[in-house]
């Protein structure tokens, strides 16, 4: 695995500090081999799992930086609506073929810059990883995007690394300090905040779901 978080920082300080390119770069240079994504294990997170089998609503979700599809692809399974997207070609594409014989709607979308008709048209969003990814100065932008997706009486889902102490990281991942991640929902109602760890972490390593009702 060190190789492997090895590699993509290699790719990440090959671009500017502030551009999310690399992304698209980590994919296209795997070649279709999910042993170079550093997050993927062909799971979807188990905070998501937990938190889907208590709701018993369904309805349009949308996936935010889907990456290989894992998450898209449960949502699906347990019969939600899914759109999907990433901001890399290559890894929108990979998912697709991996996944044909599913029912989303992948597209090629940035965080940053969403199309407007999405606008309140999802009854739950779901985000993992992404925002911890981003560089703060972008991070802070692609926050306040999540919030106009939810319909009436949707769900926002987060799902990260928690800087419960504000330490200073050399990210990627920045885990996100309990202040950040309150401004995520900043107009929405915080519905749960639970935290906790997986059996091979590193003892530092604090994990954290946060969910917001519209």
């Not at 419960?164 to 929405?188: A, Q, V």
Request: with cysteine.
């Amino acid at each position: 695995m060190d190789e492997v978080r090895q590699n993509s920082r290699r790719i990440r300080d090959g671009v500017h500090k502030n551009s999310l390119d690399w992304f698209e770069e980590l994919y296209a240079s795997a070649n279709g081999d999910d042993y170079w994504i550093p997050w993927s294990n062909g799971l979807p997170h188990h905070f998501l799992v937990e938190w889907i089998k208590k709701s018993k609503t369904r309805g349009r979700a949308l996936v935010v930086g889907c990456g290989l599809g894992e998450d898209a692809l449960y949502l699906s399974q347990q019969g939600w609506d899914v759109t999907a997207f990433d901001i890399s070609a290559s890894a929108v594409n990979w998912a697709r073929e991996k996944y044909l014989s599913e029912n989303i709607d992948w597209q090629v979308a940035d965080l940053l810059s969403l199309p407007e008709r999405w606008n309140g048209s999802f009854d739950l969003v779901v985000e993992v990883h992404i925002l911890q990814a981003i560089p703060e100065s972008l991070r802070i932008i692609a926050a306040r995007n999540m919030s106009p997706l939810l319909a009436p009486s949707g769900h926002l889902v987060c799902i990260g690394r928690l800087n419960e102490k504000e330490e200073e990281f050399d990210g990627p991942p920045w885990p996100l300090s309990h202040d950040f991640i309150d401004s995520i929902g900043r107009n929405l109602k915080k519905i749960d905040f639970n935290k906790g760890n997986f059996s091979n972490d590193d003892p530092d390593v604090i994990r954290y779901r946060a969910v917001w009702k519209k």
